[in-house]
């Protein structure tokens, strides 16, 4: 019997295997219930008493050896030796996955928070479910004014309290304006919803940025810098800009801002229907009913607000014709904007 060990034991020091299968081969040989351990085992039951003693040390030892050698094999086998991964750069991912592309929409929001966040403006988020004091009253909405009506906005409930998807992100200003006092310098961006039929120009959904500003001695002149400053940062230096007077319920006075048509330069186009501008947001000073409602003392300080449409913005850089694309999720779509990431 001690031949056999003796014999055995320099055989396993000499396996190597090379695949999971003879892996598995080692084990079943050897260590299985029916393998070559286990048949030595047997015949230790009839070995003389006087040498159990002697045989049981061996074949204890054997065992012991014999497992060791199936976990070192084993080990090798899943780690591989470092010849097997010359030439190979192991911090490669195994398998290549197509990355994707950024949406467009992301891509311009990115490039309008950049901007605003250079010029000292901090980011500022609210809930898209909104009462109807943060989205309207609180902005100076008269009563009966038709952004209030079911043709315009989704309401969720009107009594005992009107609840509504917000139409314009403005929400968000009134709330950071209840909870501090100025100095406010924030921009708002976010997904609004209007109840309005879908098209190539218009969708029930959208994306807005807004901005605010609040301090004291605050001007209609800061409000055009900053405007201009973003104009030629999103549109390039050479943009010029105009500003028309308009009209919005918390904002006196208020203007939309035209840029000179990036296509045409200012010549007239298609694009800009011959007239050399386009329009991309609407803005003013902030309405002295607004800062009172919300708790500041309009004597004391003044500001501006403007917000723009995030699509308006991406259609002018991407001239894309169509609003329904960017919520269609077309891969093919997308992967137009893969260099911009």
Known sequence: MLEKISALTE???NVKVSSKEELESFRLKYLSKKGLVSELMEEFRTVPPEQKRELGQKLNSLKVFINDKYNELKDNLSSGSASDFAGIDLTRTATQFPVGSRHPISIIKNDIVRIFSDMGFT???????????HVFSSLNFPADHPARDMQD?????????DVLLRTHTSSVQTRTMERNQ???RIICPGR???NEAISARAHCFFHQVEGLYIDKNV????????LLNFAQEMFGPETKIRLRPSYFPFTEPSAELDISCDICGGKG???CKETGWVEILGCGMVDPNVLEACGIDSSVYSGYAFGMGIERITNLKYKVKDLRMFSE???RFLAEFESAR
């Open 329 to 331: 999720n077309d891969v």
């Open 182 to 184: 100025p100095p406010i």
């Open 153 to 161: 906005t989704f309401f969720i409930s009107r009594n005992p309290l």
């Open 123 to 133: 980011v500022v988020e609210g809930p898209e479910i909104e009462d109807d004091w």
């Open 192 to 194: 609004v919803y209007r």
């Open 219 to 226: 001007s209609f002149a800061d409000l055009r810098q900053v």
């Open 11 to 13: 055989e396993v020091s």
């Open 269 to 271: 186009c298609p694009f």
